[in-house]
């Protein structure tokens, strides 16, 4: 079957850094989105990785590794701001969407 | 402004009353898409639609029917919803061309069944 694990929670302090793993099972693979999703608002997009590697946008990073299949998003200089949920989601051979439940990331001061 | 929207954002029913959730985008986004998000399950595709007049069933379907009879247009139809269609529903949309799909999210829909 396909899916997607990531962390349920994760607590981080301000200006540090938090590494938000997710592994993913999918038949066929046309690559791994990161979403960003602040409590009862809509997802927005943050990163799209199809190429083993690291991906900087910003302090946002995204990282893929397609043998072991997985990936990490890197939030740096962290903002009570980057307080939000975080959703990986990995797409099939039928360019479907397989989403993770997503991890709840806490900033604290 | 490049957006999708829905109506109503909030909705209490009752039990065996149909409904409509509408979706409209002003993209020109061949791909349309319905999702439920509940705690703990993230987001389920419930229909989606490739372009007008092509619509297939997602992971959750049953209970729900969905046309596109336009392209900006893809509402949402629970012919007679039960409680457990209580939930959080975002439409979204994308191209379908190019190798990055990134999909935009409506503000969501939460509809409460009694």
């Known amino acids: 079957g396909q899916n997607i694990d990531q962390p349920t929670e994760m607590t981080a302090t301000e200006g540090a850094i938090v590494q938000i793993n997710c592994t993913y099972q999918t038949s066929g693979f046309n690559g791994l989105f990161w979403y960003q999703q602040h409590a009862g608002e809509a997802p927005t997009f943050l990163s799209y990785n199809v190429l083993d590697g690291l991906e900087e946008k910003g302090r946002f990073s995204s990282f893929l590794s397609r043998s072991k299949g997985y990936s990490y998003l890197l939030l740096k200089e962290l903002q009570m701001k980057d307080s939000a949920s975080y959703l990986c989601a990995a797409m099939d051979s039928n360019y479907q969407l397989i989403w993770g439940a997503g991890t709840k990331l806490i900033i604290k001061p | 402004e490049a957006q999708v929207t829905q109506n109503p954002r909030y909705l209490i029913t009752v039990t065996g009353k149909k409904l409509t959730v509408t979706c409209s985008q002003n993209m020109n986004h061949e791909y349309m898409s319905w999702y439920r998000q509940d705690p703990g399950l993230g987001l389920r595709q419930i229909y989606y639609s490739m372009n007008v007049e092509v619509t297939d069933k997602g992971d959750v379907p049953e209970g729900y029917k969905v046309s596109r009879k336009e392209k900006r247009n893809f509402p949402l139809i629970l012919e007679s919803p039960s409680p457990n269609q209580t939930s959080l529903y975002f439409c979204?949309?994308?191209?379908?061309?190019?190798?990055?799909?990134?999909?935009?999210f409506g503000p969501g829909t939460r509809l409460t069944v009694t």
């Open positions: 979204a949309s994308s191209y379908k061309d190019g190798i990055a799909y990134e999909q935009y």
